[in-house]
Every structure is written in structure tokens, then in C-alpha cells.
């Protein structure tokens, strides 16, 4: 088991190519932290550095009291599940097993054929030990890749993206099964990414890149629930949050625009001297947003545009009359995720099933909604920063109330 | 509205029934398939013919039976015991080995450095090494004669081998080079993790997946080093030295020619080849697919 620190981490390719930026972290010994980002945001540069397939360019990783820079992947310690599970395909499931042991130890045959039998065993694999990899399913595959990591019980688990090439279904069951596994032995875990729903799942802590730079660290509901900057409440969430373009009226205590909503007077006070610009990015999540058939109190008028079923709720895409473009307001190098710029208004919220009839579909006819404004988050389009202060308070007195419901 | 039944088709004007037109095709194409085989195989089935008996073709044509009376194995007894074939096959097979084993070794690390490594200069290296093939290998004679000179290595079976390599060396490198950028990087990245040295993980992971390939490499370098002429002829002056195909050649006089003795020896020559490409020739087909479709 090991810690593992990046300092001040950096990687530039050979054509000038900014992969991470001035990278800081530290994960804990037995932690399972999730690399989470969306393409070409890093994360599996970062994985590779971790391992010595990829050099560093500036700053230092250190896995437990070593700085690991010049190791070759040999002496650090490790273990990598590949996204393509990289087994050899000339040798069986138990050769493939035994392979990093037979390297890395000098343990005797009849040992490394005991720790190999067990390793299987935690995976279900016995019955394939002596089979080809070509012969095994993608399932079987995985289980074959993470028992090899596994059997060599290492400092430092590496996944990058390994359940990506498996089926919906599949996915969710080892995504369970890895949590196990990595329960059990409690050794240091990097798993790399894109599914911001596997990161959300199965991690202690997340950390959110994008363009080589990390936007955010911390546990799943506090990157959920408090999100430090447009990107990561983007990214994080499926579907994502919507973002509304308001301006504040000080006076009012009120935002107006997309979405008139009225806030208490020392948030708004609070968020006027935070902010750079006149325009604010409101952020709510679909299930903050309730829909009403009749005008209601401080309601916002929409039509809808399509409702699908999801199952236990459905999902209710709406338009608004006057809404404005985040694109119109953001500026430049401000990135808000991929799913924003594609979709720049597209809103959505949850409703309970058949709520709203299903006539209400592109027909014209008007919903109302209403927002919860405690849930609200509000961003500064020009830094893409969260300037809310009441979230940061509001959020940090949940986490108590969560820890002294943990103590009874 | 058709005018014909299921059950016929039209070929070449004429009505005939399915059955008939598949058998007529399959028969057009075993004629032409077995046509160009005997085109292929005449001179070969020509070399067999005049090593056991030299009659002129127009001899065998006319009366087959007297061919077949005069049938002999005295020109192979002539060409084992009298001649130098035999030193000379042991020169060639010596020299084909050794080139053939030395290729094999250099080219495996040769096109994996060039494959796989990132380094400064890569390209102009693989550039460089094809552009060496566009000389032919006669203008490269007489410089390489006056270097090995000098550095000793002429009228000696391993300055042969080192000129062979040197020759054989920058195909086979372009051959494998475009097998190993197929292989996935993973494969040897994940032999590195579990405690292999970049070389041990190319030994212990990709020369295993890429033995096709390699077969290929080496069936190439196996044949031009056998068949080769011109560099033998030039680097190797003693007959107990020289290989096969200069060997031969000296049996072809300026007044005489025993025809017989030619052949036997040259069917001698061939032999090997013959039985090493029978049993090699899936890797051959194997090899040369490789990286067509992506798998």
C-alpha cells in the first residue's frame, strides 16, 4: 500500500502539446480516487506517468516516501488493468497471471501457482485458467486483466477506463465487483475515466480535469453538490445541470432574465460583490425544478419539447420563451463542457411518470415551473467560477448534518 | 415477360440448363488453372527431363520411348563425385544460415526500434533504409569489393554473410517495422508493468505474437541469400569458397556444355528451396497479409 503525490506535474508533448498543466495532488494510502475528464483532458496521461509509460516533463510523482520519475514501471510497485485488458494472447489465463510474478518475484512455481489459483478464485476464473484469452468473452477478459493485477498484490492499482469496452449491464456488475476487490485488499487505487457515473459510484474521492488542468478534487456528493466552477457542474451529473442567464437586480433581490427567481437579501449582496459581470449563469439541477400545470407564485412560463420515460420518473425537455444562449454570455476560455455547447439550450427536468399529459409535447401549450433556489448555483460567465457563497455554506452545514446523522 | 425458365441460362447464345452451365464453367476454369500451372512447371518438368537423359526437345517429341530408354543417374553421380557441388552446397547452405539467423536477430530489434520508438529522426532513418533498395545491387559491386578488400573480408564465407546481411537487411526491416506498428503498444507496456525490461518484453511478448512475420523475414532473407550471383561471383575468387550459383556457372565451357550435368545440379540447388517453401508457405501467406484489415 502506498501514498502517492504529484508535484506540480506537467507534461508537454513533443509538438508543444499541453497535456497537464501544473498538476497538484495527494491520495491517501488505501484511498480510490477516480481520474475523471472528458477526451484529451489528461487523465490517462496523468495514469501513464504513474506507471513510467510516459515521462514527466516538470515536477515529481512520489509513490510512498520515493520519488518515482526515473523508475522504470518495473520498479514502482504497480499493477495496470489496460482498456483493452492487454493480455497476451500466446499464453493461457494462468500464464498470463503468473507472468508478473515470475518477473517480479523470485517466489518458487508451486507458490506462484497458489497465488495465481487464488487470485482466480476471487475472480471467477477458475475454469478458465488453462484456456487461450482469444477463447474468453470481454467479461471473462476483464476479470482475467484484474485478476493479473491482483495476484501480484502491488502498492498501487491502475485502471484506465477499464470497463469501457464491456456492456451496460456488464459495466454495472464490475463496476461492483471492482469496488469489492479493491475493498477487501485496500490498496491505493487511480481510476481513470470519461463515465462521470462510474467515477461517481465507485470512488472516495474524484478529481475533474479538463485540458490538463485539474478543475476540481473531493467525494462524490461534494463535487455533486457544490461544484467550484461551470465545467465541473457540467460534467458532473447525468443529465447535466441547466444553465440559465439572468442578471441581478440588487435592489429587487431578485435575478431576472431566463428565469425570474427571487433570493434573500445578504446571498444576493453577497454574490453582487463576487461577481465580474452583469450577467450570471444560474445553475439548477433537473431534479431542483418542479413543473406545474397552472401558474403559480415567481413561476417561469415553458412549452415542452419532448418527455421520455425513463422508468421510476421521466425526463421533461422544455424551452423557454426568451432564453438566452450561455454561449451569448461565456467568455472565450471558459470551457463549459462538451454536452453545453452542443446542446446550448436544451433544459430538462425530472417528473413524476405521466404528470404532464403527453399531449402537452410540442403542441404549444404552456408548463410552469418553479426553481429551488436553495439548490441553486450561480456562476461568473467571465471566470466560470462559482461566486455563490451561500452554496459553499449551505453545503459545508449538509456534510455536518450528514457526519452526526453517520454518529447516531 | 422472361422468356426463359429458372431452370435454364443463356451462355454464349445458347439455352442451357443451370446444372450444365455450372459444370461447363467449373471445366473452362480447371482447363485455364491447370493450363497456366503447366506453363509455370515446363521448365522446371524440362530441368528433371534432360538431368536424367540430354536429348534435344525435338528428339523427346518425336520418339518419347527412346528418352525413356536412355534415362540415367550419371549426371548427379558426376556432379557428387566429380565436381565440387557438394563443397559448394555446404558453402551456400553455411552462408544462408548464418545471413538468414543474423537477419533475423538484428531485424527483430532493427524494425521494433524503428516501429515503436519515438525518437528524433525516426522517419529519415526508415526513409534512408528504403532508399538503399533503389540502387541495384551491381552498382554497389565494385565499392563494396574495394571496402572488403581492404578490411580482408574477400574470398571468405563470412564476408559474404556480413555483404548478404547488409543487403537483406533494409527490406526486412520495412517488412516487420509495418508488423510491429499493428501490434497494440499495450501489450508491451503491460509486460513492463508486471517486471519486464523493454527488451525482455519484446522478447517474451512481441517476437512471440509476431513469429509469422518473422517466418516471412526469414523465408526472404533464406532465398536471396541462396539464389544470390552477382556479390559471390565478385567477393569469392577460390572454388572450395563459392557457393552454388557462381559454382554452376563455371560449368558452362566456351566450346562445350553438358547440359545434363547443368541440370542435375541445378535441380540440386533448387531442391532445398523447394522443401523449405513447403512448408513455410503459410507464414509466407500469413506474413504478407499482416495488417491488411485490422483485427
Known sequence: ?408 | MATQSRDTTELFGVELSNSTVDRLKAVGFHTFLWGSIFVVLLPVLWMVAVSLNPLSFLNVIEDPMRWVNGVSLDAYERAIYQTDFLIWFKNSAIVTLAATALTIVVCTFGAYSIGRLRFRGRKAVATFLLMTQMFPLILVAVPLFLIFRDLGLVNTLYGLTIAYIAFILPFSIWMLRGFYENLPESLEEAAMVDGSTRVGAVIRVIVPLSAPAIATTAIFAWIFAWNEFVMALILISDSSKTTLPPGLSTWVGRYSLQWDLLMAGAIGATLPLIIILFFLQKYIITGLAEGAVKT
Do not use: C, W
Open chain 1, 1 to 408: 500500500m502506498a501514498r502517492i503525490l504529484f508535484d506540480e506535474v506537467t507534461k508537454i508533448y513533443g509538438d508543444d502539446t499541453l497535456a497537464v498543466d501544473d498538476f497538484d495532488l495527494e491520495i491517501e494510502d488505501g484511498e480510490f480516487l477516480t481520474l475523471v475528464g472528458p477526451s484529451g483532458s489528461g487523465k490517462s496521461t496523468l495514469l501513464r506517468m504513474v506507471a513510467g509509460l510516459e515521462d514527466i516533463t516538470e515536477g515529481s510523482i512520489h509513490i510512498g516516501d520515493t520519488v518515482v520519475n526515473n523508475l522504470p514501471p518495473r520498479s514502482r510497485d504497480i499493477a495496470m488493468v489496460f482498456q483493452s485488458y492487454a493480455l497476451y494472447p500466446h499464453l493461457t489465463v494462468r500464464e498470463n497471471m503468473a507472468f508478473g510474478l515470475k518477473r517480479s518475484t523470485d517466489l518458487s512455481d508451486p507458490e506462484i501457482n497458489d497465488r495465481v489459483e487464488e487470485a482466480a478464485a476471487m475472480m471467477g476464473i477458475e475454469p478458465h485458467l488453462d484456456q487461450k484469452p482469444k477463447h474468453l468473452s470481454g467479461g471473462q477478459r476483464q476479470r482475467v486483466a484484474t485478476g493479473r493485477a491482483i495476484v501480484r498484490d502491488p502498492g498501487v492499482f491502475l485502471f484506465d477506463e477499464p470497463l469501457s469496452n464491456l456492456d451496460a449491464k456488464l459495466r454495472k456488475h464490475m463496476r461492483t465487483e471492482l469496488q469489492r476487490i479493491q475493498n477487501q485488499l485496500d490498496t491505493t487505487t487511480i481510476y481513470v475515466t470519461h463515465d462521470q457515473e462510474e467515477a461517481m459510484t465507485m470512488s472516495d474521492r474524484i478529481a475533474i480535469l479538463n485540458y490538463g488542468e485539474l478543475q476540481q478534487v473531493g467525494s462524490p456528493r461534494t463535487v455533486y453538490n457544490e461544484p467550484e466552477n461551470v465545467f465541473v457542474a457540467q460534467f458532473i451529473g447525468s443529465p447535466s445541470m441547466n444553465m440559465f442567464v439572468s442578471t441581478l437586480d440588487t435592489d429587487a433581490n431578485r435575478f431576472v432574465g431566463d428565469i425570474d427567481v427571487s433570493i434573500d437579501p445578504e446571498r444576493a449582496s453577497a454574490i453582487a460583490q463576487n461577481a465580474t459581470s452583469d450577467e450570471l449563469l444560474l445553475g439548477i439541477r433537473p431534479e431542483h425544478v418542479t413543473v406545474h400545470l397552472e401558474a403559480v407564485e415567481e413561476s417561469v412560463p415553458a412549452s415542452v419539447d419532448i418527455i421520455e420515460p425513463l422508468g421510476s420518473n421521466d425526463l421533461l425537455y422544455f424551452d423557454l420563451e426568451d432564453g438566452t444562449g450561455v454561449e451569448d454570455v461565456i467568455a472565450d476560455d471558459v470551457s463549459i463542457g462538451e454536452d453545453e455547447e452542443k446542446d446550448e439550450e436544451e433544459y430538462k427536468v425530472f417528473i413524476q411518470p405521466d404528470s404532464v399529459p403527453i399531449e402537452y409535447e410540442d403542441s404549444g401549450e404552456l408548463v410552469y415551473l418553479t426553481f429551488d433556489t436553495e439548490h441553486m448555483h450561480v456562476f461568473d460567465p467571465r471566470t466560470g467560477e462559482n461566486i455563490d457563497v451561500e452554496t459553499a455554506t449551505r453545503t459545508t452545514v449538509d456534510a455536518q448534518t450528514e457526519t452526526a446523522g453517520d454518529d447516531d
